[in-house]
């Protein structure tokens, strides 16, 4: 029996009953914890039942209680002959109760906790709401946490995580449209947006994309992510990521599109631009201040990590006139006795650097942290007195990588283009450095995410636009939305608009 989820496609159950369990025991036939609960039912409607459900996934005593016992207890006054229509509105006690005689729908709604009924001589069957699966409950994102403001994270279940979203944005101007995807997985995705502020032909074009994806399993956003991206082969995001759900309410009232994927803590939202690699969750919940100091610092520090190694590099090698005297004879001194040409020297650090970064991570947190120290410090201080590197260059490339942590959205294009700008500022000078730059930002400029240009705010650069790019404007003069996002433009009222 070929039990890919399209072979029961337009597939209906029929009035035998007895034909209709083993129809469904024999797709279930290779599942251990696949259950059936049969039950004759005497009460003035003498009929046979069976509840299909997959064990350890309902609720056992919302079971009980909303379904076994209404049926043998209860006792009515049928208004229909479909013994399916009497038990959903008569009987039982559950919240949310689907009757349907589609054989795809009833394998789904087992699949994802809930109970199907059968009746005897009876065409149609009861999916009944029994989720009750254990999730992991809510918790601050580790990776983004905030000095003040909302501590709460996504967590794996979908539907929690909508109403997790709901809590943040309770108007009926919010839209969860549903799409499923995957062969194997049959994973629930959201398309969520808030209709009257939202363009609704990106809406429409997101949801399209979607729809095209035709794969086995769908496990995580970022699958989706990679199938519906048009910049495949840039190092750059065109859409964002985020497991904060005041961080997607955020993003919704600018007029942007989220994507929710079943099974993931990981939200998606479209359009991406370049900026909001820069934005941090406290730039909004501290004083404005503040957040324009801590933004403004960010910008440096990706140009801090981007160019000063390729920068040491062109003027080092090829420049060296355009030092101090006594600055040039320090590195001069510190290279002697260094087995490895200067090109090599400082592409080694920056993958010892990102090799300690990445162990740091992948380690458990305790010894995370010895090995930050010894592998920054003891091992560091070693390879000078060893001769092995020199001083000024590993000074250099700490600061170029402890700089790109700044902008942990950035991660990937950091690492490439420092190593692109330093391959060409070795070999060309800071003629190969202007080229390498120039290359990046051709590169930029080139990009869009979903319709939008990924650096709108140069291209398209308003008052209003800068009021939430470089710095962080006071919520009293931020009144428009930025207007790429949406249809709808004004995002408070005051007596005069800027």
């Known amino acids: 029996m070929n039990k890919d989820i399209k072979n029961f496609e337009n597939k209906k159950i029929t009035e035998n009953y007895k034909k209709n369990l083993e129809y469904f025991k024999k797709i279930f036939s290779k599942d251990a914890v ?19 459900f997959i064990d350890s996934m309902v609720n056992a005593e919302k079971f009980n209680i909303s379904i076994i016992r209404p049926l043998l207890t209860t006792k009515v006054e049928p208004i229909s002959k479909n013994i399916a229509t009497v038990v959903r509105k008569q009987i039982l006690f559950n919240d949310e109760v689907t009757e349907t005689n589609d054989v795809l729908k009833m394998i789904q709604g087992i699949n994802l906790g809930d109970t199907v009924l059968l009746f005897s001589n009876c065409s149609t069957a009861l999916i009944v709401n029994t989720k009750g699966w254990r999730t992991r409950g809510i918790s601050e994102p580790s990776d983004e946490r905030v000095q003040q403001g909302p501590r709460e994270g996504f967590d794996e279940a979908l539907v929690l995580n909508a109403a997790m979203l709901r809590r943040k944005l309770s108007t009926p101007d919010l839209c969860f449209e549903r799409l499923i995807i995957g062969r194997k997985t049959v994973t629930n995705v959201f398309v969520c947006y808030l209709e009257s502020v939202a363009d609704l032909k990106l809406v429409k074009f997101i949801k399209q994309e979607i729809s095209k994806i035709d794969i086995d399993g769908i496990l995580d956003s970022n699958y989706i992510n990679e199938l519906i991206n ?4 840039s190092l750059f995001k065109t859409a964002g990521s985020t497991e904060r759900p005041d961080i997607v309410a955020a993003r ?3 007029g942007k599109v989220a994507i929710m994927v079943d099974g993931t803590p990981v939200v998606l939202t479209v359009p991406y631009v370049f900026a909001e690699n820069f934005q941090s969750d406290d730039d909004y919940y501290l004083n404005y201040i503040y957040a324009f100091f801590g933004r403004a610092l960010r910008y440096l520090c990706y140009n801090i990590s981007v160019m000063v190694p390729a920068l040491y590099m062109a003027v080092t090698l090829f420049h060296p006139n355009l030092l101090p005297a006594s600055f040039l004879i320090s590195v001069s001194a ?3 006795g260094i087995p490895f040409p200067s090109f090599a020297e400082c592409l080694i650090l920056i993958l010892i650097f990102e090799i300690l970064k990445e162990t740091g991570i992948r380690m458990q947190q305790n010894v995370g942290h010895a090995l930050s120290i010894v592998g920054g410090l003891v091992v560091g201080q070693a390879a000078v007195d060893a001769k092995l590197v020199s001083a000024p260059l590993l000074i250099v490339v700490a600061l170029s990588g402890i700089a790109g942590l700044m902008v942990p959205r950035l991660k990937l294009a950091v690492v490439y283009s420092k190593i692109f700008l330093v391959i060409l500022s070795s070999f060309l000078g800071i003629f190969g450095f202007f080229v390498g730059f120039t290359i990046l930002h051709i590169h930029l400029y080139s990009l869009n995410s979903f319709g939008v240009d990924y650096v709108y705010t140069v291209t398209k650069f308003t008052k209003n636009s800068l009021k939430d790019t470089i710095i962080r404007a006071p919520w009293w003069l931020m009144i428009k939305r930025p207007f790429v996002f949406t249809k709808n433009l004004i995002r408070q009222k005051r007596k005069f608009y800027d």
Not at 230 to 233: A, E, P, R, V
């Open 252 to 254: 919704l009232l600018e």
């Open 334 to 336: 510190s290279r002697g």
């Open 230 to 233: 048009k910049n495949k082969f």
């Open 34 to 52: 696949f259950r059936t609960r049969e039950i004759h039912v005497k009460n003035g409607l003498n009929f046979d039942c069976a509840a299909l």
